[in-house]
């Protein structure tokens, strides 16, 4: 870090980066300046009565103490910003940044996941997929969301509807429950218990989760609600019921991976051609969200058509299911998945 230097009563003010928290040092006034604040024999980082070592801070004292890391309320370094939308105050005193509603994932943000409300688990909605992808088909079986992989772009989908209907929920650590060829759905969800957003219980434990239907409060257990606790049969009450219940897994009934081509490519392709030619990505596993009939199994339903992007079964609009139709929602679905929590 240069060093700045105050001479004849001129003040020169530092940048400060909201990226990780670190900031460069602004210099206060008098005599003669360190790195920060002021002092007569140079101190690699001092502080005054009124300096700053944090962006935009001013010094005006005339007589700075020696220290290694600036004012106590005045420094913003490793704690700043939250990890993608928290933000720094101009004076440096947040000590563990803020995370806005809605924006960023908040594992560097203040909350503390242990004091928000119970809520641990939802199917992802049409509407929020929809939003995300900034398209009326979806992600299909893309998941990577602008990440490395699809488990992680997948996990940040969630994290973000977390947020959305649940402020600072960000905080509690999201992952979707999808099996690739590198692990299994089970193992990346905690042990739990889990709730839905209004509270509800979905399953106290793995042992009450891995079930044809999840040990549930009796109000939700056929019906597995989406991130803002709304029944996913029927989101809409002034609306004819959706088909709509064909939830991406990519897994058996015991929670680990079906085959190495029910996961599209590890979530990475929307491949339209699986149904039919047999390239490689083959079709993926979908478990049912909500029963009808004997079709129960919210893990291990059924097999889709394809990795395409689409939706089926969702007002009159998208037609009926079919499965041969090459789509993640080819029997009656829109490429959902579960999401769970580590925190409940």
Same mark, same amino acid.
């Given at each position: 870090?240069?060093?700045?230097?105050?001479?004849?009563?001129? /003040?020169?003010? @530092?940048?400060?980066?909201?990226?990780?928290?670190? +900031?460069?040092?602004?210099?206060?006034?008098?005599?003669?300046?360190?790195?920060?604040?002021?002092?007569?024999?140079?101190?690699?980082?001092?502080?005054?009565?009124?300096?700053?070592?944090?962006?935009?801070?001013?010094?005006s004292g005339t007589s700075?103490?020696?220290?290694?890391?600036?004012?106590?309320?005045?420094?913003?370094?490793?704690?700043?910003?939250?990890?993608?939308?928290?933000?720094?105050?101009?004076?440096?005193?947040?000590?563990?940044?803020?995370?806005?509603?809605?924006?960023?994932?908040?594992?560097?943000?203040?909350?503390?996941?242990? *004091?928000?409300?119970?809520?641990?688990?939802?199917?992802?909605?049409?509407?929020?997929?929809?939003?995300?992808?900034?398209?009326?088909?979806?992600?299909?079986?893309?998941? !990577?969301?602008?990440?490395?992989?699809?488990?992680?772009?997948? +996990?940040?989908? #969630?994290?973000?509807?977390?947020?959305?209907?649940?402020?600072?929920?960000?905080?509690?650590?999201?992952?979707?429950?999808?099996?690739?060829?590198?692990?299994?759905?089970?193992?990346?969800?905690?042990?739990?218990?889990?709730?839905?957003?209004?509270?509800?219980?979905?399953?106290?434990?793995?042992?009450?989760?891995?079930?044809?239907?999840?040990?549930? +409060?009796?109000?939700?257990?056929?019906d597995l609600p989406n $991130?803002?606790?709304?029944?996913? /049969? !029927?989101p809409n009450p002034n609306?004819?019921?959706?088909?709509?219940?064909?939830?991406?897994?990519?897994?058996? @009934?015991?929670?680990?991976?079906?085959?190495?081509?029910? *996961? #599209?490519? +590890?979530?990475?392709?929307?491949?339209?051609?699986?149904?039919?030619?047999?390239?490689?990505?083959?079709?993926?596993?979908?478990?049912?969200?909500?029963?009808?009939?004997?079709?129960?199994?919210?893990?291990?339903?059924?097999? $889709?058509?394809? #990795?395409?992007?689409?939706?089926?079964?969702?007002?009159? $609009?998208?037609?009926?299911?079919?499965?041969?139709?090459?789509?993640?929602?080819?029997?009656?679905?829109?490429?959902?998945?579960?999401?769970?929590?580590?925190?409940?």
């Amino acid at each position: 870090m240069s060093l700045l230097v105050a001479l004849g009563g001129l /003040h020169f003010a @530092g940048c400060s980066s909201n990226e990780g928290g670190s +900031d460069t040092p602004t210099a206060g006034t008098g005599t003669t300046t360190s790195q920060a604040g002021t002092t007569t024999t140079q101190p690699q980082a001092g502080t005054s009565s009124g300096g700053s070592a944090s962006s935009a801070g001013t010094g005006s004292g005339t007589s700075g103490s020696n220290g290694t890391a600036g004012s106590a309320a005045g420094s913003s370094s490793t704690a700043g910003t939250s990890a993608t939308g928290g933000a720094s105050t101009t004076g440096g005193t947040s000590t563990g940044g803020s995370t806005a509603a809605g924006a960023g994932t908040g594992t560097g943000g203040s909350v503390d996941p242990g *004091t928000l409300d119970k809520f641990s688990f939802f199917v992802t909605s049409m509407a929020g997929l929809q939003k995300l992808s900034k398209s009326q088909n979806g992600f299909g079986g893309d998941l !990577r969301y602008g990440t490395a992989d699809g488990l992680t772009g997948a +996990d940040k989908i #969630c994290t973000e509807l977390a947020e959305s209907s649940m402020p600072g929920s960000s905080a509690k650590q999201w992952h979707a429950f999808l099996s690739t060829t590198k692990v299994n759905a089970k193992d990346r969800i905690g042990t739990g218990p889990w709730y839905d957003r209004l509270g509800r219980l979905v399953a106290q434990d793995m042992t009450g989760l891995l079930k044809e239907r999840p040990d549930a +409060d009796p109000a939700i257990k056929q019906d597995l609600p989406n $991130e803002t606790g709304t029944p996913n /049969h !029927r989101p809409n009450p002034n609306a004819p019921e959706d088909d709509n219940h064909h939830t991406l897994t990519g897994s058996n @009934g015991q929670g680990t991976l079906f085959s190495a081509t029910a *996961t #599209c490519k +590890d979530w990475t392709s929307t491949s339209m051609n699986n149904a039919t030619t047999g390239d490689g990505v083959g079709r993926p596993k979908t478990g049912f969200s909500w029963s009808v009939q004997n079709r129960t199994q919210w893990i291990d339903g059924q097999l $889709e058509g394809g #990795c395409g992007a689409g939706v089926t079964g969702v007002g009159s $609009e998208n037609g009926g299911s079919d499965p041969s139709n090459p789509i993640v929602g080819s029997g009656g679905g829109y490429g959902g998945f579960y999401c769970f929590a580590l925190t409940p």
